[in-house]
């Protein structure tokens, strides 16, 4: 066994011969949580009985059924951080199909809400992630507070990445 080490934990190994290689080694842990976090909303939706969402689906059904007030497109896609608003739009006509959205009208705004089916998606959503997530979460001894600098880390790097791709478009 070699005492030399190994070096970051990274996807792309040229990219971590820059100046600063642990950025390299949180976007390799960006990549992976996302994705795992994608199949997780998925399998969960599934779980608490609505199969065949997307993970942006479940997201914008979770976005909009918020505080239980109507949201207007582009709140939801400002919340979620979303560029292309026609892929929240896409993912409320399906919610919608569902039944578990409606649209609506606030002046001469579109507006989206939850029905109660799409509340109760939510709620049985919640079951399963208490049960199945959080429940393992304590048990591994995730602490609350590492959750919260954890989070607000995470805030603080979209928004070095929304800068720097500003940037990239006059580069």
């Known amino acids: 066994m070699s005492d030399t080490p190994l070096g970051p934990v990274v996807s792309s190994a040229h990219l971590a011969e820059g100046s600063f290689p642990e950025v390299s080694e949180f976007e390799f842990g960006l990549i992976i949580a996302h994705n795992a976090f994608a199949r997780w909303t998925t399998r969960c939706m599934a779980a608490a009985g609505f ?9 914008v059904l979770h976005t909009v059924r918020h505080r239980g007030k109507p949201k207007k497109l582009a709140d939801i896609c400002l919340v979620l951080n979303v560029e292309d608003t026609h892929t929240v739009n896409y993912a409320i006509k399906k919610l919608a199909k569902a039944g578990l959205v409606q649209e609506g009208k606030q002046g001469k705004e579109k507006t989206v809400e939850a029905t109660e089916k799409g509340a109760a998606a939510c709620e049985r959503y919640r079951e399963v992630r208490e049960a199945l997530l959080l429940r393992a979460m304590n048990e591994v001894g995730i602490e609350a507070e590492q959750m919260s600098r954890l989070s607000a880390l995470m805030r603080l790097m979209s928004g070095q990445y929304d800068q720097a791709a500003r940037a990239a478009t006059v580069y």
Request: glycine share 0%; proline share 0%; charged share 20%.
């Open 51 to 59: 199969a065949d969402m997307s993970s942006l689906e479940v997201c």
